[in-house]
């Protein structure tokens, strides 16, 4: 192990060999932040999604199409989830992913 | 300056044969450590891209959307309301929207129909959702039969599909005419189900907001800048739900690592004992000990943010496909498009790469300082 040693000495120095790792791992790390940046939503034209929200008024998206109340999260009343029947337990696992509203987890804050 | 590379160098060579003395062991690490992150940054990656997505596509939804509603629930909206509104100072367009949903039992799958007259379609003619083409195999030219209010079935004919792109919103759409609309769900003219407002100045848009609640005491307005925030908070909401249900792996992992970085073994406190003896300084071994720490988590962040971002972007988040789904039968295939957020990706690299670097240096440290003969005894 000396400076400047053959080629095979300096493959075989652990050092070397790490700093080869990172390399390659480092450039990795760079070509995914370059293909954010290229194909990312920054650099690309949402195309024809926006378009048809334009033409249609859509105000959703298509995520969670089990119930009319998690289809349409922004045209839900405010009680969606018991909307069906009095008491009727909401059963839909996507309403366990979608938050309470605004006014119930912060109610400082003014209620729209 | 060369000469402090080199000897750091040095330690990096030693640390690395140490490493490599416990392959096993090490290797283990590293794996569980990797698929740590692994599941951090995906969750990460898939819910800031889908919020930045969600906010690109919505940024052209309606200004207004007003909703009638009779004794606590969505109602249809007579059109009416529309000269009823008046003209409104700052709304440059005001329509109603047709639309409704229909529950498919073939599938098993609700769909959202919606007229579309920009298409001009025939009466019998409809545009589909790429999820219901999947889901019920049809493309342009064949025949979807649904029944309608009157029980009786009703055939449309596919004029096209629209486009895969666009699948996100429209993944379970019926685009058609609006007398066949009309007549599929029994509304008679003069009813819509909600009307859309467009303002084109946004500072006025709470103005038009409140005007339209005295004017139509009965209906409710929904604000685009609502829509928007109420994605953002099911993305922030989903982002929590995810990692509460991590929690347990994470924490698992903690115990983990503070049990494999903070308890020296006792090969471990020989070697620093013999280390010692032979001359070496106690800021030489924590130094050595620092890169053995720095070397495992550096790799396992790298290695773990690099799968997460193939495993989002390039097989379209797959693991998080079941979670998503729900009970949909139309989940919409889209691939997320890449978005990478600095202060996320530097909180990930603190929070990953630090604490188990540091906690490797205590111990090494207390060992260290005591006195080389009883370390090895």
């Known amino acids: 192990m000396v400076i400047g040693g053959s080629i095979r000495e300096r493959v ?16 990795l790390l760079s070509v995914s932040l370059a293909h954010a940046l290229w194909f990312g ?14 033409e249609l008024g859509l105000s959703d998206l298509a995520l969670f199409t089990e119930a009319r109340y998690t289809r349409h999260l922004s045209l839900a009343d405010s009680h969606a989830a018991f909307q069906d029947h009095p008491l009727a337990l909401d059963h839909f696992p996507t309403a366990s992913l979608a938050a309470p509203p605004e006014h119930l987890r912060n109610p400082h804050v003014a209620g729209d | 300056m060369l000469q402090a590379i080199e000897r750091q160098r040095y330690f990096i060579d030693y640390s ?38 969600a906010a690109a596509i919505l940024k052209e939804a309606p200004e207004i959307l007003v909703q009638r509603i ?14 009823r509104m008046g003209s409104l100072r700052g709304v440059s367009e005001k329509r109603g929207r047709l639309w409704g949903y229909h529950f498919d039992p073939a599938i098993k799958a609700n769909y959202t129909l919606m007229t579309a007259d920009q298409h001009q379609l025939p009466p019998d003619g409809i545009l589909i959702g790429a999820g219901i083409a999947r889901a019920r195999g049809l493309g342009a030219g064949d025949f979807l039969s649904l029944r309608g209010n009157d029980g009786k079935p009703a055939a449309f004919r596919v004029e096209g599909i629209l486009p895969a792109e666009t699948e996100l919103i429209s993944s379970d759409l019926i685009l058609m005419a609006e007398p066949s609309l009309r007549a599929f769900f029994g509304i008679p003219d003069g009813l819509y189900t909600d009307l859309i407002l467009k303002v084109s100045n946004p500072r006025e848009v709470r103005k038009v907001a409140e005007k339209l609640t005295l004017l139509l005491p009965d209906t409710r307005p929904i604000l685009r800048e609502e829509i928007l925030r109420t994605y953002d908070a099911i993305f922030n909401w989903r982002e929590g739900v995810v990692f509460v249900l ?105 929070f990953s790469v630090f604490p188990y670097t540091l906690a490797t240096l205590v111990p090494v440290w207390r060992a260290a300082i005591t006195d080389p003969d009883s370390v090895m005894r």
Not at chain 1, 41 to 54: I, K
Not at chain 2, 25 to 46: D, E, H, P, Q, R
Not at chain 2, 72 to 80: F, Y
Request: charged fraction near 20%.
């Open chain 2, 70 to 83: 009779a004794a606590g629930r969505q109602d249809l909206i007579p059109a009416a309301y529309l000269e």
């Open chain 2, 246 to 350: 991590l929690m347990g792996a994470l924490l698992a992992f903690v115990i983990f690592a503070w049990d494999k970085a903070s308890g020296l073994s006792a090969e471990e406190r020989q070697e620093i004992g013999i280390l010692k003896a032979i001359g070496w300084e106690t800021g030489d071994v924590i130094r050595m000990k620092f890169w053995e720490g720095g070397l495992i988590s550096l790799s396992a962040f790298l290695l773990g943010y690099l799968l997460a971002y193939l495993h989002v972007f390039f097989a379209d988040g797959f693991l998080f496909e079941p979670v998503l789904k729900g009970w949909a039968t139309l989940y919409p295939a889209f691939r997320p498009r890449p978005v990478v957020d600095g202060l996320q990706l530097a909180t990930l690299f603190f």
């Open chain 1, 12 to 27: 075989a120095r652990p050092s070397n060999r790490a700093m080869a790792w990172f390399l390659g791992l480092g450039a």
């Open chain 2, 16 to 53: 690395l044969s140490s490493l490599a003395r416990r392959r096993g062991k090490n290797l283990g690490l590293l794996t569980v450590y990797s698929l740590i992150v692994f599941l951090l940054a995906s969750v990460m990656l898939f819910t800031q891209s889908l919020r930045q997505e």
């Open chain 1, 41 to 54: 939503l920054d650099g690309a034209d949402p195309g024809h999604g926006v378009e048809l929200v334009r």
